[in-house]
């Protein structure tokens, strides 16, 4: 009898070893999945569908923006994966939870309905800016390219405000989001007025409540405190007194 539960264990052990092996194929292997690739610049896209022809315009603007960045490395090839009824976007859904977007090692994978031609991405009602959302995924790239798997989160546990906050800040370029004292007047006026934990741009789009708050904290220290990114990263300061001192300086400027 044991002898028979042993060999059952085995072959479940097996079979999960099988599964968890294959899934990672298709992971890193996104052309498994698609019916066509596109090669454009330094990347290349995954489609099942006809390329819209404003999609290399809105790549092109989410790289002139990445390319701002102290972190980002032009010899990279980043994949960027389209959610246009393939099987690629879905089973991401099934390992992460759902998202507008995620940006995995050397792949941006767009979990949201994408509208190419009007620049945005839509989920559950809401709808981020598209070419702003390509960017702070290819940022997420760049950060597991330039300090490496076990230096980046979630490993390397660093506070989401450093995580999430950096590639918001190199995304968020229009010209409503430049001024930290009116990105701060934008948040409080929000949080007196919104509660569903949502805020909105000049656009129409906008982004979580959390994020934004993330993004102004890095703006302070890179902006104001003129840090780099690997010196915020360094910083012991908690999050609470980066936000006071950075509530501080705005108070100041008023």
């Known amino acids: 009898m044991r002898r028979k539960f042993s060999i059952w264990v085995f072959r479940l052990f097996i079979t999960g070893i099988f599964i968890v092996g294959l899934l990672v194929i298709l992971v890193v292997n996104p052309a498994l999945t698609y019916a066509r690739q596109t090669r454009l610049h330094n990347y290349i896209v995954f489609h099942n569908k006809d390329l819209p022809k404003e999609a290399t315009l809105r790549l092109d603007e989410a790289f002139d923006l990445v390319k701002a960045s102290e972190i980002y490395n032009a010899e990279l090839k980043l994949d960027v994966c389209l959610n246009d009824g393939g099987t690629y976007s879905a089973l991401i859904q099934r390992l992460k939870k759902p998202a507008f977007a995620w940006g995995v090692f050397h792949e941006v994978i767009i979990g949201s309905k994408a509208d190419f031609p009007n620049n945005y991405a839509e989920l559950y009602g809401y709808q981020w800016n598209l070419v702003q959302v390509l960017a702070h995924e290819?940022?997420?790239?760049?950060?597991?390219?330039?300090?490496?798997?076990?230096?980046?989160?979630?490993?390397?546990?660093?506070?989401?405000?450093?995580?999430?906050?950096?590639?918001?800040?190199?995304?968020?370029?229009?010209?409503?989001?430049?001024?930290?004292?009116?990105?701060?007047?934008?948040?409080?006026?929000?949080?007196?007025?919104?509660?569903?934990?949502?805020?909105?741009?000049?656009?129409?789009?906008?982004?979580?409540?959390?994020?934004?708050?993330?993004?102004?904290?890095?703006?302070?220290?890179?902006?104001?405190?003129?840090?780099?990114?690997?010196?915020?990263?360094?910083?012991?300061?908690?999050?609470?007194?980066?936000?006071?001192?950075?509530?501080?300086?705005?108070?100041?400027?008023?």
Request: with cysteine; glycine share 4%.
């Open 138 to 254: 290819m940022i997420h790239c760049y950060q597991f390219d330039h300090l490496g798997l076990l230096n980046s989160n979630p490993l390397a546990n660093y506070p989401e405000w450093k995580w999430e906050g950096y590639p918001e800040y190199i995304a968020r370029r229009n010209s409503d989001q430049q001024n930290l004292v009116f990105n701060i007047d934008r948040l409080q006026a929000t949080q007196k007025t919104n509660h569903d934990g949502w805020i909105k741009f000049k656009d129409s789009t906008g982004t979580v409540l959390s994020y934004y708050e993330y993004w102004l904290l890095m703006q302070y220290c890179l902006d104001v405190k003129h840090l780099s990114y690997k010196q915020v990263l360094q910083d012991t300061s908690s999050v609470k007194e980066i936000n006071q001192q950075m509530m501080n300086w705005y108070k100041q400027q008023k």
